[in-house]
């Protein structure tokens, strides 16, 4: 149902485009995220997104760096990542929010119903 791509080796300070593509039209009324984990870390919250692609809510260690974004039409959930560092090697995941705003859960992999197989960033200095 939410297939995540794009991953693949930057060097820091590079970029890539991750995109998830949702099959479930009802995702579309629904806020979605993404979360990463890194080896032997937890799974941590890195951005939000309202079901109309607003108020987007960013993790303190990626704003002014990452941008989320959705394309509803297309069934697609993306998340551009510019001035990568090597912190942010990890396998990426994208998720659908239980609500379709922004809310104080949204930073929660617990309000997160349904969830991508991820796709690995691996960035080296």
């Known amino acids: 149902q939410l297939q995540a791509s794009g991953g693949g080796s930057a060097q820091a300070g590079g970029s890539l485009r991750l995109s998830c593509a949702f099959s479930?039209?009802?995702?579309?009324?629904?806020?979605m995220g993404w979360f990463r984990q890194a080896p032997g870390k937890e799974r941590e919250f890195v951005a939000a997104?309202?079901?109309?692609?607003?108020?987007?809510y960013y993790a303190d260690s990626v704003k002014g760096r990452f941008s989320i974004s959705r394309d509803n039409a297309e069934s697609t959930l993306y998340l551009q990542m510019n001035s990568l560092k090597p912190e942010d090697t990890a396998v990426y995941y994208c998720a659908v929010h239980n609500f379709s705003t922004i809310t104080i859960y949204s930073a929660s992999s617990n309000s997160y119903y349904s969830w991508g197989q991820g796709t690995l960033v691996t960035v080296s200095s």
């Open positions: 997104i309202t079901w109309s692609g607003g108020s987007p």
């Open positions: 479930e039209r009802t995702f579309s009324n629904y806020a």
